[in-house]
Structure formats: C-alpha cells, structure tokens
C-alpha cells in the first residue's frame, strides 16, 4: 500500500503555492498517494482564468472577483512583492536556475494524478462557482478532508 501524503494549501502566495507543488511532485515520484486541499486562498491556485464568469454573483462576489489573482500566474509573492517586481524577478531567477515555472508545476502534479479539492464552505464565501476551477478539481466539506488528513501518514499545512 502507497504512502499517503496531505497537503491543506491555506496561502493563495506564489512562493507558498510552489512549495506545496514541488512537494506534491516529488511525493508522487516516491510513489506516494498525495492529496491538496485548497481552502480559502488557496483556491486561488486553482482557478482557471479561461472559465471565470461572473453569472449569478451577487456585487461583492463579483468585486472579490474581480480583486483576487486570476489562476496559479497571477498570484502575488508573500514577501517582497514589490508590485508584482519582486515576483518577476524571482521568476527570472529561477529561469536562470532552469527551475520549471509555477504553471509546469500545476500541471505536473495533475498529471501524475495529485488530487486537488477545494474546500466547499471556502467556495461558497468566496463567490467561487464549481465551473471555474481547474479540470479534476473536487469540492469538498472540512469533514470530508478531515477524513482524507487522518487516513494520511502525512499532512502538511502551508
């Protein structure tokens, strides 16, 4: 039986987001079973910018909308930001490093069959319909996560 490895991806950060991600890769290169619950900004890592929509939102779930990052490209650095500088400039340096950029990373761990959910209650507050998310992405109660966490022999919060 596969190790399980569960991540609770709380930051909605570049920096944190590609953390939980070479996590995630690297675990399924081990062989590990490895699930990321997205609650909260989290959820903005797995936004798909091509399927945002803002029918039937109400004005603030439209304005948060419209307020928060787009997908996994948008999403600022937790330090150092600088207005989006501070971001470019680590994304060149990881060019120069031959680092993989952040997207590669999402689609890494899709493809190798990293489950993603997104935490129902946080979707909800959030304004986030079902249909903007990523393919593959499950929503999912706390309870149901909970669950997932303590069948784990891994869980890791970022």
Not at 134 to 152: F, H, N, P
């Amino acid at each position: 039986m596969n190790k399980k490895v569960s991540l609770l991806l709380f930051s909605g950060e570049f920096d944190k987001a590609l953390a939980a991600l070479i996590l995630a890769n690297e675990a399924k290169a081990m062989d590990m079973d490895v699930s990321i619950f997205c609650a909260f900004w989290g959820l903005l890592l797995v936004r798909d910018p091509e399927k945002l929509t803002d029918r039937d939102k109400t004005i603030y779930e439209k304005m948060f909308g419209a307020m928060t990052a787009k997908g996994a490209d948008d999403l600022p650095l937790s330090k150092m930001n600088f207005a989006g500088i501070g971001k470019m400039m680590l994304t060149e340096m990881m060019e120069d490093a031959d680092a993989p950029p952040l997207d590669a990373f999402l689609k890494g761990a899709v493809n190798k069959g990293v489950t993603f959910y997104a935490c129902k209650l946080s979707t909800e507050v959030m304004g986030f319909g079902t249909e903007e998310f990523i393919d593959g992405v499950k929503i999912v109660t706390a309870k149901d996560y909970l669950q997932i966490a303590t069948e784990s022999d891994m869980q890791l919060f970022i």
